[in-house]
Nanobody, 124 residues
């Protein structure tokens, strides 16, 4: 089992920045890829960014050039640096982990482990 705990959400004005963190614990050696998803009420979870053990990174088109995903293996922590935030970035952000590789990083159902979420609110 893997446990994920997000932190770092909050409220900012448009153009501002936030850094989300996700601390992983448990059987972290089984993790192949970790990702960030976001969700607004009434819609499904949208893949934001992903990073695998090969250090390959993937981003949704809507956040390319503004968000950066990274990880610190020694601390078993995943990060999402979010710059130039827009009101449309407002959502609950979730950390997710999976034990398999593959190019379907944006598919929420491919992840077996999820954090509880952290809210990001961007005002105009």
């Amino acid at each position: 089992q893997v446990q994920l705990v997000e932190s770092g959400g909050g409220s900012v004005q448009a153009g501002g920045s936030l850094r989300l963190s996700c601390a992983a614990s448990g059987y972290t050696g089984s993790i192949a890829c970790m990702s960030w998803f976001r969700q607004v009420p009434g819609l499904g979870r949208e893949g934001v960014a992903s990073i695998c053990h090969s250090d390959s990174t993937y981003y949704a088109d809507s956040v390319k050039g503004r968000f950066t995903i990274s990880r610190e293996n020694a601390k078993n922590t995943l990060y999402l640096q979010m710059n130039s935030l827009k009101p449309e970035d407002t959502a609950m952000y979730y950390c997710a982990a999976r034990t398999a590789y593959g190019d379907y990083w944006h598919v929420a159902s491919s992840y077996g482990y999820w954090g509880q979420g952290t809210q990001v609110s961007v005002s105009s």
